[in-house]
């Protein structure tokens, strides 16, 4: 006759214990930004979504750091027919944002437009700026506008450099309004499949296209 195996000793209950409650982990940097993105995203779905992309275009261009693409792609996936209406909204507010961070570089620098600085870690950026600013004035501005270029520094930095402001408005509506004006024509006569790509290579369709421009422009001036 087998004896009884004894019975199983009891561990203490760990999770009983205050002492040993798992804490929660911190929030990276990239879930904030994504939680922002998400939170961006959801205003497609709403009544108030082309209010809601004036707005963001506005303030992505001082101090907000999605990009205003990500509704425009949206909304205009959701109602193609106005995709123009779309684009020129996002236009117009990116400007007039950008004409609010000029304000910011012109008479708040020492205050407001360093702490958005240092808020993105962008200091170094910012002393490379002023280097480009020197060697290229309006087209730095052009290529801020229309690339995936920070142009919430060149924004705030324009005022800080004096740049004339009737310029910094005229450059930063061509190359806001091309960006813009082309992401929602893309997708008005393509649609989704263009999304994808657009999501994939837009960066890099964006630095290109700046590359061979200014190149083409500096090409005609060596020429003459």
């Known amino acids: ?19 040993s409650a798992p804490t929660p982990a911190p929030v990276g ?33 001082s101090f907000f750091p ?8 949206a909304l205009v996936l959701g109602a193609r027919e106005k995709w123009w209406r779309f684009a020129t909204n996002c236009t117009v507010a990116s400007v007039l944002g950008g004409l609010g961070g000029y304000l910011i570089g012109l008479g708040l620098m020492d205050t407001v437009g360093v702490r ?28 801020a506008a229309f690339s995936p270029i920070p142009y919430k520094v060149f924004t ?12 910094f408005a005229l450059v930063s509506l061509v190359g806001r309004g091309m960006r813009f004006w082309i992401v929602a024509a893309l997708l008005y006569w393509f649609g989704p499949p263009v ?21 083409g422009f500096a090409a ?3 020429l003459r």
Request: net charge negative; proline share 7%; aromatic share 18%.
């Open 1 to 19: 006759m087998t004896q009884p195996s004894p019975p199983p000793e009891k561990t203490p209950d760990v999770a009983a214990s205050p002492d």
């Open 66 to 73: 999605i990009p205003p693409d990500v509704l425009l792609i």
């Open 156 to 167: 705030i930095a324009s005022g800080a450099f004096h740049m004339n402001v009737i310029g």
């Open 116 to 143: 958005i600085i240092d808020f993105y870690h962008a200091q170094k950026y910012y002393e490379q700026v002023t280097e480009w600013y020197l060697e290229y004035d309006y087209w730095i501005v052009f290529a």
């Open 195 to 215: 999304q994808r790509f657009i999501d994939k290579y837009f960066n890099l369709l964006c630095i290109v296209f700046v590359v061979l421009l200014v190149g």
């Open 220 to 222: 005609i001036k060596y």
């Open 29 to 61: 940097k990239w879930h904030l930004h994504r939680r922002m993105y998400d939170w961006v995203l959801h205003w497609a779905h709403t009544p108030h979504g082309a209010v809601a992309l004036f707005l963001l275009a506005f303030a992505e261009s």
